[in-house]
């Protein structure tokens, strides 16, 4: 009979080390130290973009814009850009832009953080000949990728097609979608962690 027990208690004992052995061990309770994964940068960029008019034309528009990157994550992040093309446009014209949307990091090594994104907002432009100004509903995706130079300053190149939604919408002419397109290089500087 004791060696019934005894056996029953060995048994008892070798189930629960092989139960403790697949489950995770935790060295504290809780966390000495906790940092958010949180971080928000902010910078300024100058664009280089074909113009989306005059159509099919190879005309160029440059300008600069201000950005905002709010990482939630390693991963995912969110980003709001304002573009102002003011310089280069066929007889004066100028585009902007106000975009905001989710940004996804892959493929991270080091100090590199490639990136797609797809951005959504307006895009505004001014017609040559005092034609006249008008607003559309604007999808940009786009891809590049950040260089941190140090853990407060970060460099990025990017290259994005903007869809502008029913455009130019000409009475009695054919619609052709402006898609202004073009690279931005930028510098950041992260604001906090």
């Keep these: 009979m004791h060696w019934l027990r005894r056996s029953c208690y060995i048994a ?10 697949r489950l995770p061990l935790v060295a504290q309770a809780v966390p000495a130290a906790y940092r958010s994964p949180h ?28 950005f905002a990157d ?3 994550n390693g991963r995912i992040g969110i980003e709001g850009d304002a573009r102002f093309l003011r310089f280069g446009g066929f007889e004066n014209s100028t585009e902007s832009s106000y975009l905001a949307g989710p940004k996804a990091y892959f493929l991270t090594r080091g100090r590199l953080h490639p990136y797609a994104k ?8 001014h017609y ?29 190149a ?28 930028g510098v950041a500087y992260r604001v906090f962690r």
């Design 12 to 21: 008892m004992l070798m189930m629960l080390s092989a139960a403790l052995l």
């Design 39 to 66: 971080v928000l940068w902010v910078g300024a960029e100058f664009s280089d973009v074909r113009a989306s008019f005059p159509y099919q034309s190879s005309q160029r528009l440059f300008g600069v814009g201000a």
């Design 118 to 125: 797809l951005l959504v907002g307006a895009g505004k432009i």
């Design 128 to 156: 040559p000949f005092e034609i006249g100004d008008a607003s559309y509903f604007a999808l940009a995706p786009g891809a590049g990728s950040d260089y941190r130079l140090s853990s407060r300053w970060m460099l990025r």
């Design 70 to 72: 709010f990482k939630l």
């Design 158 to 185: 990017e290259y994005e097609v903007q869809m502008w939604l029913n455009s130019p919408g000409y009475a009695n002419e054919p619609s052709h979608e402006l898609t202004p397109n073009g690279f931005h290089v």
